[in-house]
């Protein structure tokens, strides 16, 4: 633990940091795939005709939406690991340094 309350309210406000950085954007990214996902279900549900509508050859409007649906996810996989490296990473490791005691990054 940190050596004294200094040391740790600084890691409870690092993390505090973190956490706030964090939902700055898993909120969107969250509610961009849970539209993405909920709104090609509805879709399915209740608008067979409009997926059904030829787009190239025999590929339909459905599967365009199913392989978008799919590269989104990778799309927000990549952008989530790569903001991750670099906001979310350093301030874990700042907080985790201030935890442990080892020293107070500024």
Same mark, same amino acid.
């Given at each position: 633990m940190a050596g004294n309350g200094?040391?740790?309210e600084a890691a409870h406000a690092s993390?505090?940091?973190l956490i706030a950085e964090k939902l700055k954007f898993l909120v969107p990214m969250t509610i961009i795939f849970m539209v993405g996902y909920i709104g090609l279900t509805?879709?399915?549900g209740f608008a067979r005709e %409009? %997926?059904?509508t030829p787009?190239?050859?025999s590929v339909n409007l459905g599967f365009v939406l199913i392989a978008a649906?799919?590269?989104l996810s990778w799309v927000l996989a990549i952008v989530y690991g790569r903001i991750a490296a670099?906001?979310?990473d350093p301030l874990a490791a700042k907080a985790a340094m201030q935890?442990?005691?080892q020293g107070d990054w500024k």
């Open positions: 200094t040391s740790l993390i505090r940091l509805v879709l399915a %409009l %997926l059904g787009v190239i050859g649906n799919y590269l670099e906001r979310f935890i442990s005691g």
